[in-house]
């Protein structure tokens, strides 16, 4: 492709507005391939996209979360949160709702009892000593 788009004369030194731009238009970019861009065009243009691309990334603002991943790296960040929903993930499911451990949560259960004299150490255990309290109160 032959363009002459040149907009002044550059005397002895060679302006970005002077220099075709002959290599590839990426898809992200406002530029066209049509058209006879300049080193200058793509340039601007490239720091549009950079400058873009830095606004939607920051991450400020994650240094005062819960999971208190600071600041760094986004894949590190990313790596952090995916290391943390694993974490919790495996949690949940350790603890599924029957299952889940009660034990330490200070509870006076009073005139509750099972049968197995185990402490009603879990959810399931605890409801069912509650229910079975209930059934046996003829209230």
């Known amino acids: 492709m032959s ?5 002044d ?8 507005i002077c220099v075709d731009y002959n290599g590839n238009i990426p898809d992200i970019t406002k530029l066209d391939n049509k058209d006879c861009n300049t080193v200058e065009d793509t340039m601007q243009d490239l720091y ?3 400058s873009d ?3 939607q990334t920051n991450i400020d603002e994650l240094s005062n979360t819960c999971t208190n991943v600071g600041s760094g790296k986004i894949k590190d960040i990313v790596k952090k949160h995916d290391e943390i ?3 919790l993930l495996e949690t949940v499911e350790t603890n599924n709702n029957a299952n889940l451990d009660i ?7 009073k005139c509750l009892a099972d049968d197995c004299a185990t402490g009603l ?6 409801l069912q000593a509650i ?6 109160c003829n209230c």
Not at 3 to 7: G, S, T, V
Not at 9 to 16: E, F, I, P
Not at 103 to 109: A, C, R, T, Y
């Open 3 to 7: 363009c002459n788009k040149r907009r």
């Open 103 to 109: 034990s330490n949560l200070g509870l006076d259960k």
């Open 53 to 55: 691309i830095h606004k």
């Open 121 to 126: 150490n879990t959810l399931k255990d605890l």
């Open 85 to 87: 929903l694993c974490d």
């Open 48 to 50: 549009e996209i950079v």
């Open 131 to 136: 229910i079975d309290k209930l059934c046996s």
């Open 9 to 16: 004369t550059c005397g002895g030194k060679v302006n970005s």
